[in-house]
């Protein structure tokens, strides 16, 4: 008998959990499948596993990811296994389930074989008692597998989080059509900034069909001398584009904001000193590469885990706060921990604090494209409470924003070695 439910869990939207059991033979199998959308952009997961602790974070595995350790030079390529909801110990116990199933058909036609995986199954087995450090890969194209941080709100050091944009393989593999067409004349231009575009999308909360409107535009400001003079509200945005998804079926409504601009020669770090609550109403335009800081609550929010947003500090620390504790798939029920659900729950109400004014902390938007802004209260004159930094990027830095691969100068008098 098979037993399929369609539910719902936070960071991995809608999946369906398949259950299997044979009353023969005894044999049973789980697996999920996601239920949800392809995400905008592939993930990568890089865990360094150093204690017993670690082999306990629980993971989401989509089909299409791709499981690596590479101590052991070990790939699990994607496709080959269904996704699954485990812990980092669990996968390793899959693998080894996997490499064990065959073995008595190895040994009986190829015993040479058989040793040898006998031998990589003992190597995986010894992972598991952690004497030496090892790296978890989980890299999935979808965007939709994930894995625990056990000290939420705070960084964890030993996960690393990359977002990355898909190949044309990729999208290939995913069932998704890249795209062919030209890019469109700078004639039309015009027509597109006074258009409304929409195309067919599903939504994020209950996959009904739902319609995405795309709107490129300027964000502009009155003049204070002159009312009928509109300037350029932000310097390094002169165009960004909104797109908006209204769900007609469950009533779910979201929008996010792109850079419509050049990256900028230098990144900007923004530090702002919250001490009223006026500072809420601060109008702000998060980019998708913008990370977050809070030093008093010591949090770090990475680039493009917020997406672009157009909106003001109360609402990035709304944000925030249902991101990490509202939506945390490990604040309640089965998988909860009393410890990090408290820890969890006192960060929200510190973000709480900060957002009524009961609070004073700071708050840093550091954008290594440049392309962040924060308003600031005593325009024309500099904001006491502000302090606005450019800095030179590092060669992470440009590796994140894919600068390092780009060539933009004499590309046309470079000669290809036949």
Excluded at 237 to 253: L, Q, S, Y
Aim: glycine share 6%.
């Amino acid at each position: 008998m098979t037993r399929l439910l369609l539910t719902k869990i936070p960071f991995f939207k809608e999946i369906i959990v398949s259950s299997f059991a044979c009353e023969n033979c005894g044999w049973v199998n789980n697996e999920i499948q996601s239920a949800g959308k392809i995400q905008e952009e592939g993930v990568q997961y890089k865990l360094l596993v150093s204690s017993k602790e670690d082999l306990n974070r629980e993971v989401v595995k989509a089909d299409c990811a791709t499981t690596k350790i590479p101590e052991l030079d070990f790939e699990i390529p994607p496709l080959t296994q269904k996704g699954a909801l485990s812990t980092v110990e669990g996968l390793i116990d899959r693998a080894v389930a996997g490499l064990e199933q065959d073995q008595p058909t190895r040994k009986a036609t190829d015993p040479e074989v058989a040793l040898k995986i006998e031998e990589f199954i003992e190597k995986l087995m010894k992972l598991k008692d952690v004497k030496v450090p090892f790296t978890l890969i989980i890299d999935d194209p979808s965007g939709n597998s994930f894995v625990e941080n056990p000290y939420a709100p705070q960084k964890d050091e030993a996960l690393l989080i990359t977002q990355y944009k898909r190949d044309s393989a990729q999208d290939s593999m995913l069932g998704l059509q890249a795209c062919t067409e030209e890019e469109t004349p700078q004639s039309s231009m015009d027509d597109l900034r006074n258009e409304v575009l929409q195309f067919g999308t599903n939504c994020p909360e209950c996959n009904a069909p739902a319609e995405t409107n795309m709107k490129l535009v300027r964000i502009l400001r009155q003049s204070v001398l002159d009312p009928a003079e509109w300037l350029l509200e932000i310097p390094h945005f002169k165009e960004v584009i909104i797109m908006a998804t209204n769900c007609e079926a469950c009533g779910h409504r979201t929008n996010e904001v792109k850079s419509g601009g050049a990256t900028e020669p230098l990144g900007t770090k923004i530090t702002l000193r919250i001490t009223d609550p006026s500072d809420m109403s601060r109008d702000l335009l998060k980019s998708e590469t913008c990370a977050i800081f809070i030093p008093e609550l010591e949090f770090e929010l990475g680039m493009g885990i917020l997406g672009g947003k157009f909106t003001t500090l109360e609402g990035l620390l709304t944000d925030v706060k249902e991101l990490i504790v509202v939506k945390n798939p490990f604040i309640a029920g089965d998988s909860s921990a009393p410890e990090r659900s408290e820890k969890l729950r006192e960060f929200g109400q510190k973000l709480n604090e900060i957002i009524s004014g009961k609070r004073e902390a700071h708050i840093i938007l550091r954008d290594s494209a440049g392309n962040s802004y924060l308003q600031n209260l005593y325009a024309p004159d500099p904001d006491p409470e502000m302090k606005i930094e450019k800095y030179e990027r590092t060669f992470e830095d440009n590796e994140e924003l894919g600068l390092n691969d780009m060539n933009t100068e004499d590309y046309k008098e470079q000669k290809v070695d036949k």
